[in-house]
């Protein structure tokens, strides 16, 4: 445990010797960052004194909170969509309450131009591996059948990989999709996905931003070894009510916000809905009847969010948030029935009381869910299975700002959860035969953390943190420390360096078959059997700006240690197994990589450019002969190019090309046959080398959109034109064989290996409103 400690002291001993180092008194200028007309407050506004290079963010309620020094300062506010404000201050030996108003940027379309979002803060900042997306970006980049995602955004970016065509899980640096804590304003989402995984959960014009952690993770984040996704919800209109939506080729959703109480409470309310059964029922009852019928199979998804804060004081403020949402697949026979369906519940109520403007405290109960059920009927025989998992769970955290440039954040969390794993009933119509299986598992998990963002001086700047975690569950506990620590150093005024470490354990576990192509996931709990997974990792990167700060330029290294990690026995029996653990086997993994980005955000063209090179691994003693194989999603190479061009006032011309290496995968190098007593029924068997050892072709698409600003007079409104995968290039999704036969005596002759690939071309149309 004394190598993560070694930064920290390092970071201490330069403190030391500085000559520079504060020592003078400073005094606090906090208070409000709103936008003008609806005074809604701005969630994570960067407030910063560019002179001195100090700044700060604002939380859930627009407060930021600063420490200054004597004398005369400009403060600047700056939000992606809106227009850069300043503000001259003289902090005069006393503390001051400065409120901000920001405007709106004056044209829609111009919400996609970068321009207001302050890269010299982000190069000041010392936290690294963190990735910011807000609304205004992701809703004008193209997208597959014109429906905005927000995870898919974030997959553009570099160390953030898919896991193939139209999925929306993420894979950080190495990690798989469970290994990602999901969070919807401090709740947590167990499935972040619709459709199969070609869509997430978050309706964009609910969501008021959301920030990715790769590493470097602040303590207060916890449960999870390779990514924090932080999802906060709009807070809805305080001045009057607004609407927005939009019409697509298969979805349509609607946003309603407002005032409860005027300057008192606001909501938001937000809904989404496919439309795929309405066209497939109707062409099911025209079919019907003909010969060759075969009923096209039912589906749809709905979501829902919605948000009511309510001002109790000046002091003191409730929000209480909540997302439900649902997938919905059958399918209709004479003789066979099938209908699966999915989802999350998801609610948080948190009371945010400030005891000053330096001292501030949120407490927050929340709940999550997550459940599916398959419902059978064959014949005469039925069968029900189903698995959930469920939590209630409270937190604290609190912050505070102490002189000379301390700030300390520290807090206890708490969760109690509950496991419900193949839950099956099988029954008959005559009650003759009936069988039930399935078990239940109750387990807590509960964390203490403190941290502090320690500003040493001008060029130096620290963030470090330890987190005691404990999980038990039928007996067993098990507890771990989990020290945090990043710091950034400026050589010049325009250049960065930083580095971090993290430990991060991961106490339930994801059971998924691979095989199946339905979400049919099982959360498992850490116990005498299964151990908790850890993880460490140590990243060090560089960070330039020039041209004017309107481009910054990233480079990170990063390695990733990976302890305990969980797969499965050939042939394990993942669902209706009361000894699930059995079918496990443990070992270990590594990943390790090389991230280049370079992000533009002023002028007419504004973008980025990410490129990854990476290594991911796995090994385990009874896969491979105990070598070591690469991940499905092990991919050398990376790349993808976002690009946003202002043509005109009204027309915005946007395109993503992405290119990366061809998923690991096994295939059979040979084959083998045998043949009954007879010499009759020939069995062919094949035979596999080493685990992953081929790889699909690359993969490289091209998405491009027009957006075009229609005049209303009721207010705002668009046409998005999109065509993803522009040149259709026919992307590998799997490869299966096929056998070759003689055509005369049906002999099998060989096999041949065959490509299915998923999506061709796919252009769309989606009309956005906003009044």
């Avoid at 004081?313 to 909540?322: I, N």
């Avoid at 059995?582 to 270990?588: I, Q």
């Amino acid at each position: 445990m004394r190598l993560p400690f070694l930064p920290v002291c390092l970071f201490l001993l330069l403190f030391l010797l500085s000559p520079d180092a504060r020592a003078q008194g400073s005094f606090t200028v906090s208070g409000y960052v709103r936008v003008s007309g609806s005074n809604e407050a701005l969630i994570g506004a960067t407030v910063s004194v560019p002179e001195l290079r100090i700044g700060a963010t604002s939380d859930e309620r627009g407060f930021y909170t600063l420490q200054l020094p004597d004398g005369s300062h400009t403060l600047q506010v700056t939000y992606i969509g809106y227009e850069p404000t300043t503000r001259p201050i003289l902090v005069d030996g006393q503390n001051h309450t400065v409120n901000l108003l920001v405007a709106p940027a004056s044209s829609k379309l111009r919400e996609v131009i970068v321009e207001a979002n302050s890269l010299r803060q982000k190069l000041n900042n010392n936290l690294m591996s963190v990735e910011t997306l807000t609304t205004q970006e992701a809703k004008l980049l193209p997208a597959i059948f014109g429906e905005v995602d927000l995870i898919k955004t974030l997959q553009l970016k570099p160390g953030v990989q898919s896991g193939g065509e139209g999925s929306s899980g993420l894979y950080v640096r190495g990690g798989g999709p469970d290994q990602n804590l999901v969070l919807l304003d401090d709740a947590v989402v167990y499935n972040a996905s619709h459709l199969f995984g070609f869509f997430s959960v978050f309706n964009p014009d609910a969501v008021e931003s959301v920030e990715l952690y790769k590493g470097g993770f602040p303590a207060q984040f916890g449960g999870r070894l390779s990514s924090v996704v932080d999802v906060k919800l709009n807070n809805g209109n305080n001045e009057r009510i607004r609407a927005s939506g939009g019409l697509g080729l298969i979805a349509s959703r609607l946003t309603v916000d407002g005032p409860l109480i005027k300057d008192k409470a606001s909501f938001i309310v937000s809904g989404r809905r496919t439309y795929f059964d309405i066209f497939t029922r109707q062409i099911n009852r025209i079919q019907e009847g003909k010969e060759d019928f075969s009923p096209i199979p039912d589906y749809y998804f709905y979501d829902l969010n919605g948000k009511v804060n309510y001002k109790l004081g000046e002091k003191d403020e409730l929000f209480l948030s909540g997302y439900f949402g649902r997938d919905f697949f059958g399918f209709n026979d004479e003789d066979f029935q099938f209908r699966f369906d999915w989802g999350n519940k998801v609610g948080a109520l948190r009371w945010q009381h400030r005891f000053n403007p330096r001292f501030q405290v949120n407490t927050t109960f929340t709940g999550s869910s997550y459940q599916y059920n398959i419902n059978n009927k064959i014949d005469v025989f039925s069968f029900n299975l189903s698995s959930d998992i469920r939590d209630l769970g409270l937190k604290t955290d609190f912050n505070l700002v102490l002189d000379k440039g301390h700030t300390l954040a520290f807090g206890a969390m708490a969760t109690r959860h509950a496991f419900t794993i193949g839950r099956l009933n099988f029954d008959s119509d005559d009650n003759r035969l009936a069988f039930k299986a399935g078990s239940d598992y109750d387990a807590t998990e509960a964390a203490v953390y403190v941290s502090d963002d320690f500003q040493i001086n001008s060029r130096f700047s620290l963030n470090y943190g330890l987190r005691l975690s404990a999980f038990g569950s039928g007996g067993k506990t098990y507890t771990a420390l989990e020290p945090r620590a990043s710091g950034k150093y400026n050589l010049t005024v325009n250049t960065a360096l930083k580095g971090s470490y993290a430990s991060m354990m991961q106490y339930i576990h994801l059971v998924a078959n691979s095989g199946a192509s339905l979400p049919t996931d099982i959360w498992y709990p850490s116990n005498d059997y299964v151990k908790p997974q850890r993880s460490q990792q140590v990243a060090a990167g560089i960070s330039h700006l020039f041209a004017d700060g309107r481009y910054m330029v990233t480079n990170e290294l990063y390695y990733k240690w990976m302890h305990r990690q969980i797969d499965f026995r050939d042939g394990a029996n993942l669902f209706v197994n009361d000894k699930l653990e059995e079918e496990f086997l443990f070992g270990k993994g590594e990943s390790y990589g090389n991230e280049v980005y370079l992000e533009k955000i002023k002028g007419r063209t504004t973008g980025w450019i990410g490129y990854t090179l990476s290594w991911t691994y796995r090994q385990f003693d009874g896969i491979n002969e105990g070598r070591r194989f690469p991940t499905r999603y092990d991919r050398r190479h990376d790349l993808s190019v976002v690009l946003l061009h202002k043509l005109s006032k009204r027309i915005h011309l946007t395109g993503a090309f992405v290119y990366s290496s061809g998923n690991a995968y096994s295939l059979p190098v040979a084959r083998f046959a045998f043949q009954d007593v007879e010499g009759k029924n020939a069995t062919v068997v094949p035979v596999y080398n080493d685990r992953n050892s081929f790889r699909l072709d690359a993969f490289h698409r091209l998405d491009l959109g027009l957006v075009l600003k229609l005049n209303s007079k009721f207010g705002e409104s668009d046409l998005m034109f999109n065509a993803y995968n522009t040149y259709n290039r026919r992307n590998p999704y799997f490869v299966y064989f096929e056998q070759v036969k003689d055509k005369e005596s049906d002999e099998t002759l060989g096999f041949r290996a065959k490509q299915v690939s998923l999506f061709p071309v796919i252009p769309s149309v989606t009309y956005n409103f906003k009044f």
